[in-house]
């Protein structure tokens, strides 16, 4: 790699895990994914030391780096700080630069942003703190039925008849589901319910937010291939996903690193 080329960083500090991105050019040229352990700093480090390990870059070398997310504040590096909706919001923007409107599915939160030209945010909404509107619905799902959390989603494309939630809460629901066990009704029809009920969450955010296409779909929720056509058939279009949707917030970092250099 050339010497004069400029690389620079994007690390997105999530509570479960911590992601890092190296873009040269808005281009990704390395990234890594690591569990945070419960040691936001020691992991960021670790993490970052990943990304420049695979580029054989040095840490000095950078050009600029840009932290992101929920440990932001324990970077063990100096770096500048962009909020997590302004970073996903610039990721998807570099990987599909029509996008308009971002739906971000995480563990605790569902975002839903719209996009400028330009990738900025003109206006965004969060979900209330209710799991039927995040990635832990899905995690309590699966504990109940006691399947893994990456077999939920083909598993639910088998569905025929989708059990209907009567609720929008989750905690009403996870006694909900155990009764439907009981009733005898199928794992997939459990699953595809558990997949509506969140996409209407979704489609019911969108609404308010005067949805414009193209839509994106990332964050953990749409590495689920039921959830992210359930999403699609709720709101009538196709939404696009990125190849790594973990890492659309590190590599918007990045890319805000790259942009404010510019």
Request: positive net charge; glycine residues 10%.
């Given at each position: 790699m050339s010497d004069s080329q400029e690389?620079?960083?994007?690390?997105?500090?999530?509570?479960?895990?911590?992601?890092?991105?190296?873009?040269?050019?808005?281009?990704?040229?390395?990234?890594?994914?690591?569990?945070?352990g419960g040691n936001y700093k020691k992991t960021a480090r670790r993490v970052?030391?990943?990304?420049?390990?695979?580029?054989?870059?040095?840490?000095?070398?950078?050009?600029?780096?840009?932290?992101?997310?929920?440990g932001a504040e324990s970077a063990p590096f100096p770096a500048r700080q962009f909020s997590d909706i302004s970073c996903q919001a610039m990721g998807c923007h570099c990987l599909f630069p029509s996008a308009r409107t971002v739906i971000d599915?995480?563990?605790?939160?569902?975002?839903?942003a719209k996009l400028t030209p330009k990738g900025r945010i003109a206006n965004f909404l969060m979900s209330e703190k209710c799991?039927?509107?995040?990635?832990?619905?899905l995690q309590v799902i699966a504990r109940i039925l006691r399947i893994d959390m990456e077999d939920i989603g083909l598993l639910s494309l088998k569905s025929q008849t989708p059990v209907e939630f009567s609720t929008n809460c989750a905690v009403f629901a996870e006694s909900e589901t155990v009764s439907r066990i009981a009733e005898g009704a199928r794992m997939e029809d459990?699953?595809?319910g558990v997949h509506h009920a969140m996409a209407a969450k979704v489609a019911m955010l969108?609404?308010?937010?005067?949805?414009?296409?193209?839509?994106v779909l990332t964050g953990g929720g749409s590495e689920d291939i039921g959830l992210v056509l359930a999403v699609?058939?709720?709101?009538?279009?196709?939404?696009?996903?990125?190849?790594?949707?973990?890492?659309?917030?590190?590599?918007?970092?990045?890319?805000?690193?790259?942009?404010?250099?510019?």
């Open positions: 690389y620079y960083a994007g690390v997105d500090i999530g509570s479960a895990f911590i992601k890092a991105v190296l873009v040269s050019h808005k281009q990704i040229v390395a990234s890594e994914i690591l569990a945070s970052l030391d990943e990304v420049l390990s695979k580029a054989r870059v040095s840490l000095e070398k950078l050009s600029g780096i840009v932290v992101t997310g929920i599915i995480g563990g605790q939160f569902t975002k839903v799991a039927t509107g995040s990635g832990r619905f459990i699953l595809a969108v609404k308010r937010l005067k949805m414009e296409p193209d839509v699609s058939e709720t709101l009538g279009v196709k939404v696009l996903v990125p190849e790594q949707p973990r890492l659309t917030a590190a590599m918007g970092a990045a890319c805000w690193a790259e942009e404010g250099k510019h």
